[in-house]
T-cell receptor, first 114, second 109 residues
Framework: DGGITQSPKYLFRKEGQNVTLSCEQN?????MYWYRQDPGQGLRLIYY???????QKGDIAEGYSVSREKKESFPLTVTSAQKNPTAFYLC?????????????FGDGTRLSIL | GQSLEQPSEVTAVEGAIVQINCTYQ??????LSWYQQHDGGAPTFLSY????GLEETGRFSSFLSRSDSYGYLLLQELQMKDSASYFC??????????FGGGTRVLVKP
């Protein structure tokens, strides 16, 4: 079955450490997204990519970095510059274009500080 | 920028009808989507309104008025499994979605 796979499910970060969250999709979707969700809050866009080798900052990109070297992969690095990284991170993808193209989400990664 | 407002919480009993309102301010608008998220889970797509009017999908319906920058999600014949958070999201250029803060729906027996 096609879908989005995020790993790991849980991740712990030490002070001053960079960590990378994996997101892989086999839906042949063009666009991919990373969101951050804090407890009881909505989703906030970190970065998004509409095509391979191209990505744009979202609303809260500071302290994060991404790459899009392959269509199916969109890893997110949480750098040491992100001082409050504890959150639920969700990756999504969509076919792209206008009209009704719903975003499909992975099961998320919960990141905590040690 | 974009901003969306929706109620934080709604409580209702099984079999009841719940309406979740969403008002938005946006620069550039393609449509309004609704997503459901159970505790600890991933959001799942419920409905999309690109044009004014009502869209019906089973027990759930969604409405949009572009002139009023307003939409709502209607949940009918509530079931216990409908207890979840519901998010409205504005679709802008680049297929970007801006999400509201979510409405937690609690269904009681």
């Amino acid at each position: 079955d096609g879908g989005i796979t995020q790993s790991p499910k849980y991740l712990f970060r030490k002070e001053g450490q960079n960590v990378t969250l994996s997101c892989e999709q086999n839906l042949n979707h063009d666009a991919m997204y990373w969101y951050r969700q804090d407890p009881g809050q909505g989703l906030r866009l970190i970065y998004y990519s509409q095509i391979v080798n191209d990505f744009q900052k979202g609303d809260i990109a500071e302290g994060y970095s991404v790459s899009r070297e392959k269509k199916e992969s969109f890893p997110l690095t949480v750098t040491s510059a992100q001082k409050n990284p504890t959150a639920f991170y969700l990756c999504a993808s969509t076919l792209g274009g206008t009209g009704n193209q719903p975003q499909h989400f992975g099961d998320g990664t919960r990141l905590s500080i040690l | 920028g974009q901003s969306l407002e929706q109620p934080s919480e709604v409580t209702a009993v099984e079999g009841a009808i719940v309406q979740i309102n969403c008002t938005y301010q946006t620069s550039g608008f393609y449509g309004l989507s609704w997503y459901q998220q159970h505790d600890g889970g991933a959001p799942t797509f419920l409905s999309y309104n690109g044009l004014d009017g009502l869209e019906e999908t089973g027990r759930f319906s969604s409405f949009l008025s572009r002139s009023d920058s307003y939409g709502y999600l209607l949940l009918q014949e509530l079931q216990m499994k409908d207890s979840a958070s519901y998010f409205c999201a504005v679709k802008a250029a680049g297929n970007k979605l801006t999400f509201g803060g979510g409405t937690r729906v609690l269904v009681k027996p």
